[in-house]
């Protein structure tokens, strides 16, 4: 009899022991999030950004380590879009990195949610007294303080000068406007018979869109949160890049259709294109390598005489609302924002530093693309504006709308009014709905 | 009952093989469930309970951030009556269940009849006919069909050699769903390996007769094989319309997310992902996915209905 008994007895008991395991776990996790402040901790800490911002990102860290053996920071990255869409499912899932990279164009859409803690107070206060009140305001939602820009970048043409020069293609010079762009690159083009194109198709970036607005006078959106253009803006951008990838100046579609904000898949990066539009913050010291040639600088092009760039905030840090490390945290943006030796690491790669304390110190240390990176703030600086407000939520989906519906005019399923029709009305509604 | 005699523990047992025999239900129905606890609680907590959830949301307008607020059938209204992309993606999806499941079932029983010959290799063959279903929903497979068929890809310079050029495949509208169907009938492994074993199953006098009344190969095949196979057939043809509703991996690595160019890649689930977690539309995104599961049911529901026209049980006639 107890042969028989005896297995059931067993099975029971594992399953009761699993269960209680399983109980003991989840009651753990719960009571873990109270803790925090005595003995090591641990956090995490996420940007978005390609492998070599990476590098000296992490390279930065190990020094805090170093400096605060009871913090322990984990870090991970991924690519512009990729970034946004874990961080917004971890977020809603409680697990948000304790330490994460926001941006200009979503801290609106994540402050309203009241997801981000306030750097102003409490545990998660930051010491902001070196940067600039103008480039703070960008981190300013409702009065609150929700991101701290830890660098300050501006819009950029980057072209292969040594290409343009064997192509006889006249360089960017004072005063430049959007023919001379198109000549230039035409002449890239020609003389490659088209292997390599002038410049890679910039029309579907809503950011370069912004530019070419502010050169008018016009913003993308009003202070009240609204559209600042019409159709007939988005059909005169248009026609004008078309022409570009019409005449061969331009990358064709298939291309275009491709560029995500990563270096794979950028057509300056894979040589397919000997120029392009983009935002002077990537640069580290291995910027030629990846790009395999050595690039100048130059401001945008202008039909109006102004430049229309401003002193954006490159990108901030945040602190997650529910983060359990607020004080941790804090003191890892402390480090990364304020101290001359992360300042010294971690150099241009995301922009020029927003202290303007490290300014200096940084750019005298400075070689290679970095440098260069520095040169071009340094000289297109005093004619930059301020930087708009935080644009309304939605923001995001209008972005990715633009780029989705240029999509429709490379490849000439629509005509370009019809386009920016269809833009206008997806638009109006990602604003309303946001 | 048959079990327990031929346990010599339980025929000596005595009285305890008496208590049993008077509640032998109630015991076993207690080991039963206990034994099914982890898939019932798994059923309940992980599939049954948030898609309760989901039906709930799909009535409200929630942001994954904020309480949801409840506005009723808006979210189903907007699907059909305001929303372009959605009838694109609907669009894209049908033509994507419409072709490759057929090519798919064909392409695996092609493969299963060949395989079904009696030859040494036939292990070998079998596995690696079958290895591209292991690999099937992992990312890893779909990165290098973007590879191969992307411009100056494997494929892409393979046809300029011989005088073709059609550019990167997976950034033209008018290539880049064939790619994804390209990819979803080389993973044909699973339906394979049912089908070969649903062709064990045929009694070999059937084909005996079939010879000896003097049938060919294709006779033999439409007469013989194709009826009794019919079940096998149909199970694999729901199981595979059913995969392609699903079908997303593919095509969020190979369009980079975006369901591109030109939304011809924007598979339903693909959109649905999309409205949820980039627009963080959660509500609307839940309203998708209850449309997608109203769909699936009643296409399945319609095939069991045609199964009677086509479907032959052994034994049935």
Redesign the interface.
């Known amino acids: 009899?107890w042969?028989?008994r005896r297995p059931?007895a067993v099975?029971?008991a594992i399953?009761l022991t699993a269960l209680g395991a399983v109980l003991a776990a989840t009651g753990a996790c719960g009571s873990d999030g109270g803790s925090g402040s005595s003995g090591p901790v641990t956090i995490r800490f996420a940007w978005w950004g390609n492998p070599d911002r990476a590098e000296v990102t992490n390279k930065a860290v190990d020094l805090f380590e170093q400096r605060n053996p009871t913090i322990k920071v984990e870090t991970s990255f991924a690519e512009f879009?990729?970034y946004?869409?874990k961080l917004?499912?971890e977020?809603?899932g409680g697990a948000a990195p304790d330490v994460l990279q926001m941006d200009y164009r979503y801290v609106r859409?994540y402050a309203d949610?009241?997801?981000l803690a306030d750097l102003n107070t409490g545990d998660s206060k930051v010491d902001t007294s070196g940067v600039t009140q103008q480039l703070l305001s960008g981190g300013t939602v409702g009065g609150k303080l929700y991101g701290i820009p830890p660098t300050q970048n501006t819009q950029v043409f980057s072209y292969d000068f040594a290409q343009w020069e064997k192509a006889g293609a006249a360089a960017p010079k004072e005063n430049w406007t959007w023919a001379d762009l198109q000549a230039s690159a035409q002449k890239v083009s020609d003389s490659t018979q088209r292997k390599v194109a002038g410049v890679g198709d910039f029309g579907g970036i809503e950011d370069w869109f912004e530019v070419y607005l502010r050169q008018q006078g016009k913003t993308l959106y009003t202070p009240e949160g609204k559209l600042g253009y019409a159709a007939a803006d988005v059909e005169k951008w248009w026609q004008m890049t078309d022409g570009l990838r019409r005449s061969g100046a331009a990358t064709?579609?298939?291309?275009t259709?491709?560029m995500?904000g990563s270096q794979q898949?950028d057509p300056v990066f894979q040589k397919k294109a000997s120029s392009g539009f983009g935002y002077d913050s990537g640069f580290t010291p291995k910027t030629w390598e990846l790009m395999g040639r050595e690039f100048k600088l130059a401001p945008f092009p202008s039909d109006t005489g102004k430049i229309g760039q401003y002193a954006k905030p490159a990108m901030m840090f945040s602190i997650a609302q529910r983060s359990a490390n607020k004080g941790a945290g804090a003191k890892l943006i402390n480090f990364l924002i304020n101290d001359p030796d992360a300042g010294k690491i971690l150099g241009m790669s995301r922009g020029l530093p927003a202290n303007a304390k490290l300014r200096d110190q940084v750019g005298a240390g400075l070689t290679g693309p970095p440098q260069v990176g520095f040169q071009y703030e340094q000289a297109v600086g005093p004619k930059l504006e301020a930087a708009p407000p935080p644009p309304p939520k939605g923001a995001?989906?209008v972005k990715?709308t633009f780029q989705?519906v240029y999509?429709?005019v490379i490849?000439e399923?629509s005509s370009i009014p019809a386009a920016a029709q269809k833009f206008m009305t997806e638009a109006e509604k990602?604003i309303a709905?946001g | 009952m048959a079990q327990q005699t031929l346990d010599p523990?339980?025929e000596v047992?005595g009285p305890?093989g008496g208590r049993r025999r008077r509640a032998p239900y109630g015991e076993r129905a207690g080991?039963a469930l206990?034994f099914l606890?982890p898939w019932v609680l798994g059923a309940l907590l992980l599939t049954v309970g948030p898609m309760l959830a989901s039906l709930y949301l799909s009535f409200t307008d929630y942001?994954?951030?904020?309480s949801p607020t409840w506005i009723g059938l808006a979210n189903y209204r907007d699907l059909f009556a305001d929303d372009d992309r959605f009838l694109a993606a609907v669009w894209v999806t049908t033509r994507y269940v419409l072709i490759s499941t057929p090519l798919k079932l064909a392409a695996a029983l092609a493969v299963a009849l060949l395989l079904n010959r009696a030859s040494r290799a036939q292990g070998f063959y079998r596995s690696a006919f079958y290895a591209p279903s292991l690999l099937g929903a992992s990312v890893a497979v779909a990165l290098v069909w973007r590879v191969m068929f992307d411009?100056d890809g494997v494929v892409d310079s393979a046809l300029s050699a011989v005088g073709v050029h059609t550019?990167?495949w997976v950034?033209?509208?008018r290539y880049s769903l064939g790619v994804l169907i390209a990819l979803s009938v080389w993973q044909f492994g699973a339906p394979m390996v049912i089908f070969l074993a649903g062709l064990k199953q045929v009694p070999p006098e059937l084909y005996d007769a079939a010879a000896v009344d003097g049938a060919g190969w294709w006779r033999t095949l439409r007469s013989v094989t194709l009826p009794m196979l019919s079940p096998v057939i149909f199970f694999n043809l729901v199981l595979e319309t059913i995969h392609a509703f699903q079908a997303f991996t593919a095509a969020f690595v190979v369009s980079?997310?975006?369901g591109?160019?030109?939304?011809s890649t924007l598979f339903y689930t693909l959109y649905l992902y999309l409205k949820g977690?980039?627009?963080?539309?959660m509500g609307y995104a839940s309203a998708m996915a209850w449309v997608l599961v109203l769909v699936v049911a009643a296409v399945t529901g319609v095939l069991f209905r045609t199964a009677r026209l086509w479907v032959f049980y052994a034994g049935e006639r």
């Open positions: 009899m042969r028989y059931r099975g029971r399953v879009n990729a946004f869409q917004a499912t977020i809603a859409e949610r009241n997801t064709p579609a298939a291309l259709t491709k995500d898949n995001g989906t990715s989705r999509d429709d490849f399923r990602a709905a | 523990d339980v047992r305890a080991v206990l606890s942001d994954l951030f904020t411009a550019g990167g950034s033209s509208p980079g997310g975006r591109g160019p030109i939304d977690f980039n627009e963080f539309r």
